[in-house]
């Protein structure tokens, strides 16, 4: 059992049918997971980054088929944060101990680059020592720049599936998967810590769709990895479709932190809510960020990306106090530091 999970952690290319083996089958979970837990202690030690999450609206221009928040879903309320609810979220967060803000939001056309870059560059003027994330979707090149040019320092952006044909049947044509693949290979040149990520689980999906996402991510290199279950949400048109399991999401959890030993990869939202302890098992199995809700609580039950989401009834400074419980019951740590990626070259 221990051999292919060893080949993994020293970095080897495994070859399809091996990769095929792990994602598949639960017997080497036991050691995938001592592993990657080992391969984690070795470069973050039990540090978890806290995140704090502003989704700063809910319109969104997009039709993904899995999505809550899609165009097509009018049922959803959709709401906007201004400015000064953007900069009272950082407030509050500021003063709760976080060091990075993502604001995450649909692709809404509200949210001009000028607009954008306003905000940045207050955030970044009030809080030098803090790292700014976006996770606006897609945009042209020259908007990223602008927003790196007024202080954004991280961008993330799942790919979804690295898939061609899978992609089509999560997204409608207009939506191109080159293009997204196009998009952050821009934010890579520019400089950003760029972050992607896919979900598991997703309707359509195989173990050789997931093993393309891990090529793909082999080539980008990202300094994040965000992955979670896929959760159907019922307004959409895979409301009746599987969930994605806890057991195949913590594995490739593992199996990221293994092939990426020195990426920031979130114990996701998604995957808390399909268990209760799913964060904490997260983690266990190799994650070392969480990125709790800081938006106001008046706007959060309507960032409904998938059904049953939890934490939308709490207050900032509650997530924050749960968390700091969780994170050690799972025997690892909350540090405030901005926590930027590790160093590549501390790889054995
Ligand atoms: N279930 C799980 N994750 C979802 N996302 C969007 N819809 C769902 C869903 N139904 C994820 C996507 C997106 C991120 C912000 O949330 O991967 O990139
Ligand atoms: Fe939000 Fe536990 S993290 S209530």
Not at 102 to 120: A, K, N, P
Not at 272 to 289: C, D, F, M, S, Y
Not at 297 to 317: P, Q, W
Request: net charge neutral.
């Amino acid at each position: 059992m221990t051999a292919i999970v060893e080949e993994l952690r020293r970095g080897r290319n495994l070859p399809e049918a091996a990769l095929k083996e792990l994602i598949e089958c639960a017997d080497y979970d036991e050691e995938l997971f001592r592993q990657a837990d080992e391969v984690r202690r070795q470069y973050y030690g039990t540090d978890v980054y806290i995140r704090g999450l502003i989704e700063l609206t809910n319109y969104c221009k997009n039709d993904c088929f899995y999505c809550g928040i899609r165009r097509s879903n009018t049922q959803a309320v959709r709401y906007r944060l201004s400015r000064q609810d953007i900069l009272e979220c950082c407030r509050e967060g500021y003063a709760l101990g976080f060091r990075t803000f993502v604001l995450q939001g649909g692709e809404d056309g509200y949210y001009t680059d000028d607009r954008v870059c306003e905000i940045v560059s207050d955030i970044r003027a009030q809080y030098p020592d803090c790292a700014i994330t976006l996770s606006l979707g897609e945009k042209p090149y020259e908007s990223y720049l602008a927003f790196f040019k007024a202080g954004a320092d991280r961008y993330l952006l799942r790919h979804e599936t690295a898939d061609e044909t899978h992609y089509r049947k999560l997204h409608p044509p207009e939506q191109k998967l080159s293009v997204r693949k196009q998009c952050l290979w821009n934010l890579k040149k520019i400089g950003y810590q760029v972050g992607s990520g896919f979900m598991v689980g997703s309707p359509y999906q195989t173990t050789e769709n997931l093993i393309s996402d891990l090529r793909f991510l082999q080539e980008l290199e990202p300094a994040m990895i965000g992955i979670g279950p896929f959760i159907p949400h019922h307004q959409t048109p895979f409301g009746e479709y599987a969930g994605g399991t806890l057991t195949l999401s913590l594995r490739m959890v593992a199996i990221l932190r293994l092939m990426f030993p020195y990426a920031l990869i979130p114990a996701t939202t998604a995957l808390g809510t399909i268990h209760p302890q799913g964060r904490e098992l997260g983690l266990k199995a190799g994650a070392n960020v969480v990125m709790p809700n800081l938006s106001p609580v008046k706007v959060r039950r309507l960032y409904e990306l998938y059904d049953n989401k939890i934490c939308t009834g709490e207050e900032s400074a509650e997530c924050r106090g749960c968390l700091e419980k969780r994170v050690a019951s799972a025997g690892y740590r909350i540090v405030t530091a901005r926590g930027d990626v590790a160093c590549k070259s501390r790889r054995e």
